[in-house]
């Protein structure tokens, strides 16, 4: 009971604080939480350190729990990727740096899966990608969603690289977003269903540039089918850290 109370909690106000419910420089007292959400302070407390660690919130002495700004959030957190998607502004502007970002990462990861990825999970890719085409063709999105998570997962994982290998949770958030706000098609194209059959055949039989190129035509695919949604969504400009003044 305290775990899911502890979920409920986080989900709650990570959601105001990212639907904009709740401000950045607004300030919320421990005891408030606890009575508005009916929860103990060890939960409320607990949900807290949670989102600082997301950099939504921090602790003030003798001010309280205050709302940080966007430019403090870890955009890479799964917590924050789904709130974001979930919300009713800004979702475009998340699915084109999520889609961005993507199509950077996983054309490398498969380029690098190509030279380093082990045996079993070559196997396993291809396997996962004939059900998916299978799958595909019968419309079952649902199932298609699940092996579609799995078979980025792998593509990541057997790169090599750690780094892109954490990349997997949150790449799975943009995978359920894109098929709960219906931003798939009925059925995924034919095309698509062969490029990840071509990506596992270029892995396994150790051709890179195939790997990459294959990779990069699904996510070309993939921007082609999504970009609408941010069409109207102005992008975000986060200026760098400035160094620290030189002395002397």
């Known amino acids: 009971m305290s775990s899911r109370l502890h979920s409920l909690v986080i989900e709650s106000l990570g959601r105001r604080i990212v639907s904009g419910e709740l401000k950045a420089g607004d300030t919320m007292l421990s005891e408030q939480l606890e009575t508005e959400l009916n929860v103990s302070r060890s939960v409320a407390r607990e949900a807290v350190r949670v989102l600082q660690s997301l950099g939504l919130v921090e602790t003030v002495k003798r001010v309280g729990i205050r709302v940080l700004p966007e430019t403090s959030w870890n955009v890479f957190d799964p917590y924050l990727v789904r709130w974001r998607l979930a919300a009713k502004t800004g979702k475009g502007a998340q699915l084109r740096s999520l889609t961005e970002l993507r199509s950077a990462v996983e054309p490398a990861a498969a380029e690098l899966a190509a030279q380093y990825a082990p045996e079993d999970m070559a196997a396993e890719l291809m ?3 004939a059900k998916m085409r299978a799958v595909g063709r019968a419309g079952d999105l649902q199932q298609f969603l699940e092996l579609d998570i799995h078979y980025h997962a792998l593509v990541l994982a057997a790169s090599g690289n750690e780094m892109f290998g954490q990349m997997q949770s949150m790449i799975a958030e943009v995978l359920r977003g894109r098929t709960d706000y219906g931003l798939m098609p009925s ?9 990840h059959v071509d990506v596992a055949n270029a892995i396994q039989a150790g051709n ?10 699904i996510m070309r695919r993939t921007k082609s089918e999504v970009e609408s949604v ?9 200026p760098p850290e400035r160094p620290g003044a030189v002395e002397g």
């Open 230 to 238: 941010w069409s109207d969504e102005p992008r975000i400009f986060t």
């Open 127 to 129: 396997a996962v990608a």
């Open 208 to 217: 890179a540039d195939a790997a990459r190129e294959a990779m990069d035509q």
């Open 187 to 195: 059925r995924p194209h034919e095309e698509a269903l062969q490029w």
